[in-house]
């Protein structure tokens, strides 16, 4: 899958001057991808897709999805009327001919059941690719469809997934109009290409330090932001509340320039409303302690720096570009949307 020139234009980051990170060679790459585990893996596969291909059309929606009762979707794409099942398999080894049936078999039962809609494709991506005595079946449609009926039940048995004998026969019906050419392998080293071919890579790929790209903002001064008010409040010491506020006001202009990057990278700022969610959820049971504002407040910034981020495409799993500057600045985001508060409502 290479990137045409539309998406080099739309992925293009600009890199300021100052020391930038290496990436290391391609050929390296495969060999960092099979240190991952299978979460990182598959963040890795939903990455790439949020910023290779959401970007090039906003409406596109993606979720990942993957973990248990997950029904055989790791990642959900859709994009108009097309919707695309990602497996993400991160195994010590090549896919067997029974983990690619049982990925078809899993899928195609819970759509049965209507519990998940029909895909459009199915799209299999292992850091290992099929085992090569495999791929003739495998690319064979006629003859994997044909196998897949006859194991489907055996399939569910391997897989504990209880079903009836009516649940059977009606899978097995429904997968009589089924072109299994909509089933295809992703190979690895087509995504690390895209990744290659961008400055993407130099975040994934890097040798040394990793490169900590961020689009810049025009300063706001925030003086009458509803943190800067508060804060003041909190810290009547002119010459405290001077180096506090000045803290105070960098920390959200990082916070707001990662939003900037969030929109720039992903075309909208689902990864950074992400972000934002899983600090206050580590915040949040700060506010409800009798603690005096002072103590509360730097208790809240300590705890902001503290947390794992996992949630995000920005965080610690995925690009990991969220630094303790913008962890503060998401507590002042948080004060400026009304979700927190520096001050009590009564006060």
């Known amino acids: 899958m290479s990137v045409d020139k539309k998406q080099v234009a739309l992925n293009k980051i600009t890199i300021p001057k100052g020391k930038k990170a290496k990436r290391i060679h391609f050929a390296k790459m495969h060999e960092v991808i099979l240190t991952y585990s299978g979460e990182e893996f598959e963040n890795f596969i939903f990455e790439w897709l949020k910023f290779c291909k959401q970007q090039l059309n906003e409406k596109t929606l993606i979720y990942r999805i993957g973990g248990t009762g997950d029904k055989g979707i790791d990642i959900y794409y859709q994009n108009n009327n097309e919707v695309v099942y990602y497996q993400a398999k991160q195994y010590n080894k090549a896919l067997s001919l029974n983990d690619v049936i049982d990925i078809c078999v899993k899928i195609f039962y819970y759509v049965s059941k209507e519990e998940i ?64 050419s909509m089933i295809e392998n992703i190979d690895v080293d ?101 603690k005096a504002l002072e103590e509360r407040y730097v208790e ?5 720096t503290q947390l794992r981020i996992s949630n995000s495409a920005l965080g610690d799993n995925a690009l990991d570009i969220i630094n303790n500057a913008d962890r503060k600045g998401m507590c002042h985001y948080l004060v400026n949307e009304e979700k927190i508060g520096w001050v009590d409502k009564d006060e």
């Not at 003086?223 to 003041?232: A, G, N």
């Not at 809240?300 to 902001?304: H, P, R, T």
């Open 300 to 304: 809240c910034l300590k705890q902001a």
């Open 190 to 290: 087509e995504i690390i290409l895209d990744y290659y071919k961008s400055d993407l890579g130099t975040a994934r790929f890097y040798k040394d330090q990793p490169f900590r790209f961020r689009k810049k903002i025009e300063w706001g001064g925030y003086d009458e932001d509803k943190f800067v008010l508060q804060i003041k409040s909190i810290y009547p010491n002119i010459k405290i509340q001077k180096t506090v506020v000045s803290d105070a006001k960098n920390d959200y202009y990082s916070c707001l320039c990662l939003k900037e990057t969030d929109k720039y990278l992903f075309g909208n700022n689902c990864e950074f409303d992400a972000a934002i969610e899983e600090v206050f959820q580590g915040i949040n049971m700060l506010f409800y302690n009798n």
């Open 117 to 180: 809609p029909m895909p459009t494709k199915v799209r299999i991506v292992s850091s290992k690719g099929i085992n090569s005595k495999q791929i003739q079946t495998f690319t064979n449609k006629a003859q994997l469809k044909a196998i897949v009926v006859s194991d489907f039940n055996a399939s569910l048995n391997r897989m504990n997934i209880k079903h009836t004998d009516e649940e059977l026969a009606k899978a097995i019906r429904l997968l009589e109009d089924i072109d299994f």
